[in-house]
């Protein structure tokens, strides 16, 4: 099992920047492939991004690909969210989640067996 903490949360304006982390309880962090989702209100949790356990490939959903960029330190049991160029609605609580042990990358929401508590992101217009 693997305990997931989010942090790098915060209150940015439009255009700027910011670096969500997640850190991993464990020392099997290296046999997750790992994601990021997120929230706004009223809405469903959709996917953000996903690494490979290597860290080798990725993979982003269309809405973020070319501003976001994941990445994952296995040896700090850490995986991160690069975020630049926000826009508003990249509003949302933003939660990394942990597949199965040994599984591939996955970006299905129902495919992570761990979450975190999750971080908040507000981007102001």
């Known amino acids: 099992q693997v305990q997931l903490v989010e942090s790098g949360g915060g209150l940015v304006q439009a255009g700027g920047s910011l670096r969500l982390s997640c850190a991993a309880s464990g020392r099997t962090f290296s046999s997750y492939a790992m994601g990021w989702f997120r929230q706004a209100p009223g809405k469903e949790r959709e996917f953000v991004a996903a690494?490979?356990?290597?860290?080798?490939?990725?993979y982003y959903a269309d809405s973020v690909k070319g501003r976001f960029t994941i990445s994952r330190d296995n040896a700090k049991n850490t995986v991160y969210l690069q975020m630049n160029s926000l826009k508003p609605e990249d509003t949302a609580v933003y939660y990394c989640?942990?597949?199965?042990?040994?599984?591939?990358?996955?970006?299905?929401?129902?495919?992570?067996?761990?979450w975190g508590q999750g971080t908040q992101v507000t981007v102001s217009s």
């Open positions: 989640a942990a597949h199965l042990p040994n599984g591939h990358i996955v970006t299905m929401l129902h495919e992570y067996a761990y």
């Open positions: 690494i490979s356990r290597s860290g080798g490939s990725t």
